[in-house]
Nanobody
Framework: QLLLVESGGGLVQPGGSLRLSCAAP???????????MGWYRQAPGKERELVAS???????NYADFVKGRFTISRDNSRKTIWLQMNSLNAEDTALYYC???????????WGQGTQVTVSS
């Protein structure tokens, strides 16, 4: 399992942008590249849902509700992923979690979560 450290959440007005980051500082590179990294979110009273994911080869997958607005990126050498969020709206308000899922399906790690609040 990976230790995941998130940052970048906060309060933003509708239409604004935020950039989340998630680092795995204690991971060695050969281990880190065995994980599909992703962002999930959970709003109050709702289930946790996938936002976006990225493989070590930079293949990406997005939920329909963020396509064209959010971009996930990854730097294996820095063992870090980012989520650039643009055109934010109130429905994007949630606790955002970084996730690491081993490609063999044998292990999964979660970050502590970072709050994103979109409000005027």
């Amino acid at each position: 399992q990976l230790l995941l450290v998130e940052s970048g959440g906060g309060l933003v007005q509708p239409g604004g942008s935020l950039r989340l980051s998630c680092a795995a500082p204690r991971s060695i590179l050969s281990t880190y590249t065995q994980y599909i990294m992703g962002w999930y979110r959970q709003a109050p009273g709702k289930e946790r849902e996938l936002v976006a994911s990225i493989t070590s080869g930079k293949l990406t997958n997005y939920a329909d509700f963020v396509k064209g607005r959010f971009t996930i990126s990854r730097d294996n050498s820095r063992k870090t992923i980012w989520l650039q969020m643009n055109s934010l709206n109130a429905e994007d308000t949630a606790l955002y979690y970084c996730n690491a899922a081993h490609i063999g399906g044998s292990a999964q790690s979660w970050g502590q979560g970072t709050q994103v609040t979109v409000s005027s």
